[in-house]
Structures are given as structure tokens and as C-alpha cells.
């Protein structure tokens, strides 16, 4: 314990950029896994209107939100990279 507090001036820096890389890291996946989600579900809706069972106005409305959806994420990455 005591030997911790001497070397906590040292260890504090790496400790804080590991802190900070493993938050990076977290939201690098977690948008990753909300583009691929949205992804199978636009593909999953495109499977849906081949094999008939939703309309044709269904299948645009919903792959309008879709894209938007995905094309938001994009815009969010971006920013977050400019940053």
C-alpha cells in the first residue's frame, strides 16, 4: 500500500491514457455494432419485400428511417474523428 502511493505520481499518467484508450475503444464498438444492427435490418427488410410480405410503400418508409439511422452513425463518427 505504501509503495503504491510512491509510485502512484508515476503510474497515474499511463493509468489515465489506459482509462482513456478503453473508452475509445468502447464507443469505436458500440457504434460499430449500432451500424451493423441497422445494417442486417436493412437487409432483413429488403428479404421481406422480395418474398412479398410487406408493400412497396412499408419497404420505402422503412428503409428511409433505416438510412437515415445509418447515415446519422456516419455523421457522428465523423464528428467524433474531427474532434
Do not use: C, H, Y
Not at 505520481?9 to 489515465?16: D, E, F
Not at 441497422?38 to 410487406?54: E, N, V
Amino acid at each position: 500500500m505504501f509503495l503504491d502511493l510512491l509510485i502512484a505520481p508515476l503510474t497515474a499518467p499511463v493509468t489515465g491514457l489506459t482509462w482513456i484508450a478503453d473508452k475509445i475503444l468502447e464507443q469505436a464498438s458500440t457504434e460499430l455494432n449500432e451500424k451493423e444492427n441497422l445494417s442486417k435490418r436493412l437487409l432483413a427488410l429488403q428479404l421481406a419485400f422480395d418474398m412479398g410480405d410487406i408493400s412497396e410503400s412499408e419497404f420505402e418508409a422503412e428503409e428511409e428511417a433505416l438510412l437515415l439511422a445509418i447515415q446519422a452513425l456516419e455523421e457522428q463518427a465523423r464528428a467524433s474523428e474531427a474532434e
